[in-house]
């Protein structure tokens, strides 16, 4: 593999701490990145992601989709001699419970007269 096809790439936690650098093929795609961000993820954080949909990669202020390439997301300024790439991982774990759950704003609503009549 080439050394400029490869990019430098650090992911920023939620509590500050980070997972990496480490160099990944720009052919790779984002969610390649996630798998290996939960098989790095460190085993005593409080919130530990379980599948790849769990985690949201942000770069640039933008969400990265997981079909895009690492060469498709790179923002412009990352061409900077010496330096890695950090995303930031947000943690989003799917729950089911929510979904079949009614929330109290679902409830039908009981029309009521709240006039006051002096």
Same mark, same amino acid.
């Given at each position: 593999?080439?050394?400029? %096809?490869?990019?430098?790439?650090?992911? @920023?936690?939620?509590?500050?701490? %980070?997972?990496? =650098?480490? @160099?990944?093929?720009?052919?790779?795609?984002?969610?390649?990145?996630?798998? @290996? !961000?939960?098989?790095?993820? $460190? @085993? %005593?954080?409080?919130?530990? =992601?379980?599948?790849?949909? %769990?985690?949201?990669?942000?770069?640039?202020?933008?969400?990265?989709? &997981?079909?895009?390439? !690492?060469?498709?997301?790179? *923002? =412009?300024?990352?061409?900077? *001699?010496?330096?890695? #790439?950090?995303?930031?991982?947000?943690?989003? =774990? +799917? +729950?089911?419970?929510?979904?079949?759950?009614?929330?109290?704003?679902?409830? $039908?609503?009981? &029309?009521?007269? +709240?006039?006051? #009549?002096?």
């Amino acid at each position: 593999m080439p050394e400029e %096809d490869l990019v430098e790439l650090k992911f @920023r936690l939620y509590d500050g701490s %980070d997972i990496g =650098p480490i @160099r990944y093929s720009s052919s790779s795609t984002v969610a390649m990145l996630k798998e @290996r !961000i939960i098989s790095e993820w $460190p @085993r %005593d954080k409080k919130i530990i =992601p379980k599948l790849a949909n %769990d985690l949201k990669l942000i770069s640039a202020g933008k969400i990265l989709e &997981n079909n895009k390439t !690492i060469a498709q997301c790179k *923002p =412009p300024f990352s061409e900077l *001699p010496g330096g890695a #790439i950090t995303m930031h991982v947000v943690v989003q =774990p +799917s +729950s089911t419970k929510t979904k079949t759950e009614k929330k109290v704003d679902d409830l $039908p609503k009981k &029309n009521t007269c +709240s006039c006051a #009549i002096l």
